[in-house]
């Protein structure tokens, strides 16, 4: 690894060095700036300053962009741009074999594909203590408007990606499309729902937790190396295999993520502290820092990069007058489950009288005060959750299928969609992964006399590869169906794929788009049913 070329030193080589040059409408002087979110290298567009900046030289063996790149986390003026540099992806200490020094790469921000018109462009310093990775806030755009971004170094480019900025808040957007998607177990199969999300040219792809899966390959379509993750080195090596996968990048590349995490970012089922792997706590901290530091690494985030174990990553994200998310973590904050940790153990009803107690909680009580303020302060159309686990309530023969999801903390259930019933909030949303399984419904307030008062709907994304509820439940293809859930309108147990929403000022409109196999990554996707909830009216049908 070279020492990185600082800016004065290459703008001096200008001309001399044979390094590529551009031209860019930019006011500023496209000085080094560091990785966090407050490195602002974006260019008015407005400015009438014409700044070149060069390609900074390094000494790399061949590219460093193996893990493609994202953007996230959009606002109406800027957007963050991601890629995290790694000559080799799969070099086994996680860090790319791309030493210890920071390396300076040029970014760049066109209107176009083909990058005729730059309306951005800088240079950033990937640090080797993020693991050589980017957080770079492009500001300075236009609202609601398509932008193609790239990095380079030496004679490396990276590959393209495609973002948008958002409306304003005061715009009024007539439409928004956004792609739902969760858990992709690389070792499970292959990513054809990602390389048909990749197509579709959405606003926004929310993505809802289990990225990763942190537990070690068994018998397998796809190895992944190593053990169960445990240190810093093991989850970066665990994302680069993940990410290192073509069909993820294009989709990535295809427009601004917006994610969440869930467990397997972390352990299977860890809440808050409490791990299932037999840590003490001072162990599971530390664990849970480098998990956490390893999803920012390797994350779109218009955040801070965590310092230790403690992270608040619950944020919102606006579309003009139609749509706000609320991006929940439901699970750095959450009560342990009551009874049994383990999400495949039916737990009857009677058995658990814990479950019922008023004190736990999913989102902890700060969350749970932003989010009820920030619903009853809203003033879109849409009000969204984007969020991990299912809300519905799903207990059939008096069994909880799942003391994992919300079922296993109806007060906290009861607190929010109380309050969203209280006040009257319409058009709540909420967008959920976790399960492996779709499904779509509306979410009720039950009465003492089993009365049921809809207030809100659910979309439940399938997985793009983790296993569904029939490999769980035997026979629950025919067991598990739509019609044994009162106000569910369609559950689909057996596919995987992902949602693609279409968001009007008058409906909400899912398709579950699924695959029929993940043995190859080129399986056709289809549209398995629609769904329809229309603005004022919590209810979901089918059509
Ligand atoms: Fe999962
Ligand atoms: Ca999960």
Not at 368 to 395: I, R
């Amino acid at each position: 690894m070279g020492e990185p070329v600082n800016r004065r030193t290459f703008l001096a080589a200008l001309g001399l060095s044979g390094a590529t040059v551009v031209v860019s409408c930019s006011s500023d002087d496209g000085s080094s700036g560091s990785s966090g979110p407050e490195s602002t290298n974006g260019a008015p567009a407005t400015s009438s300053t014409t700044t070149i900046v060069a390609v900074p030289d390094a000494a790399l063996a061949s590219t460093p962009f193996t893990l493609g790149v994202a953007s996230g986390d959009p606002l109406p003026d800027s957007v963050i741009l991601w890629t995290r540099l790694m000559v080799d992806p799969a070099a086994a200490d996680g860090g790319g074999a791309m030493g210890a020094d920071p390396v300076d790469l040029k970014w760049e921000v066109a209107s176009d594909e083909a990058f005729t018109t730059i309306v951005g462009s800088g240079i950033v310093t990937a640090e080797a203590a993020y693991g050589h990775s980017i957080h770079l806030e492009a500001t300075g755009l236009e609202p609601d408007t398509e932008y193609w971004y790239r990095f380079s170094v030496a004679t490396f480019v990276s590959p393209v990606g495609r973002a948008r900025t958002m409306p304003e808040d005061s715009a009024t957007p007539e439409q928004l499309r956004i792609g739902m998607a969760s858990c992709q177990d690389f070792t499970e199969g292959f990513y054809p729902a990602h390389r048909a999300m990749a197509t579709d040219r959405l606003d926004l792809v929310f993505f809802l937790g289990d990225f990763i899966y942190e537990s070690k390959s068994s018998s397998s379509a796809r190895q992944v190396p190593g053990g169960e993750c445990q240190t810093l080195a093991e989850y970066r090596l665990r994302y680069a295999t993940y990410s290192a996968d073509a069909d993820l990048q294009a989709s990535r590349a295809s427009c601004p993520w917006v994610v969440t995490w869930d467990d397997h970012e972390v352990e299977n089922n860890y809440t808050d502290l409490v791990n299932d792997g037999g840590l003490d706590e001072a162990a599971f901290r530390l664990r849970r820092a480098a998990a956490y530091q390893a999803y920012y690494e390797h994350m779109p985030l218009r955040l801070d990069p965590p310092a230790g174990e403690d992270w608040r990553i619950f944020r919102t994200i606006r579309f003009g007058s139609l749509a706000e998310f609320f991006v929940l973590d439901g699970r750095q904050y959450r009560t342990d489950q009551a009874c049994t940790s383990r999400a495949d153990a039916l737990v009857p009803v009677d058995s658990c009288p814990g479950l019922a107690e008023v004190a736990r909680t999913m989102l902890g009580d700060e969350q749970e005060s932003w989010l009820s303020d920030g619903l009853a302060a809203s003033t879109t159309t849409w009000k969204v959750l984007a969020q991990q686990t299912v809300m519905s309530s799903l207990v059939f023969a008096g069994l909880i299928l799942n003391v994992d999801q919300w079922d296993g903390y109806p007060a906290a259930r009861q607190r929010l969609l109380g309050f969203i019933g209280d006040n009257d909030i319409d058009n709540v949303v909420v967008l959920t992964g976790d399960i492996h399984s779709a499904a779509a419904g509306e979410l009720a307030l039950v009465g003492a006399d089993a009365t049921r008062t809809p207030v809100a709907v659910e979309f439940v994304g399938t997985s793009i590869t983790s296993g569904t509820l029939v490999d769980i439940v035997p026979g629950g293809a025919d067991l598990i169906t739509a019609d044994k859930f009162p106000g569910v309108a369609y559950i689909n147990v057996v596919n995987h794929g992902y949602g693609r929403c279409t968001v009007t000022p008058t409906e909400w409109r899912t398709e579950f788009v699924v695959v029929d196999t993940i043995a190859t990554a080129d399986a056709p996707a289809r549209v398995d049913a629609t769904c329809i909830t229309p603005a004022g009216t919590p209810s979901v049908t089918r059509v």
